[in-house]
């Protein structure tokens, strides 16, 4: 079992800044992949940002160069840090863990291929 808890949500202006928290337990960290998903009110979940055990990052085209995802593996935790956020990016935002490393340049941005997933935390940017 991976239990997976969020945390660094809240409420911003548009322009603004949020560093999530995805904190990990249960099992070795290191050898995970990670991702970060959001879901708006009415919408489906999508995918934002993930990140390999080798520390490759991916990113969804509407958050690239935005968005920041990294990993501490000694605090077996991920981060995502947005910036010059948009109202648009107002979500409930989840971290999921992956347990099968391979092919994950594959399927990366697939919700249904996660394990594990986190309770979410809220993001609101406001205009």
């Known amino acids: 079992q991976v239990q997976l808890v969020e945390s660094g949500g809240g409420l911003v202006q548009a322009g603004g800044s949020l560093r999530l928290s995805c904190a990990a337990s249960?099992?070795?960290?290191?050898?995970?992949?990670m991702g970060w998903f959001r879901q708006a009110p009415g919408k489906e979940r999508e995918f934002v940002a993930a990140i390999r055990w080798s520390g490759t990052p991916y990113y969804a085209d509407s958050v690239k160069g935005r968005f920041t995802i990294s990993r501490d593996n000694t605090k077996n935790t991920a981060y995502l840090q947005m910036n010059s956020l948009k109202p648009e990016d107002t979500a409930v935002y989840y971290c999921?863990?992956?347990?099968?490393?391979?092919?994950?340049?594959?399927?990366?941005?697939?919700?249904?291929?996660?394990?594990?997933w986190g309770q979410g935390t809220q993001v609101t940017v406001s205009s």
């Open positions: 249960g099992r070795s960290f290191s050898s995970y992949g």
């Open positions: 999921a863990v992956r347990l099968q490393g391979l092919n994950f340049y594959s399927i990366y941005n697939v919700p249904s291929k996660y394990d594990y």
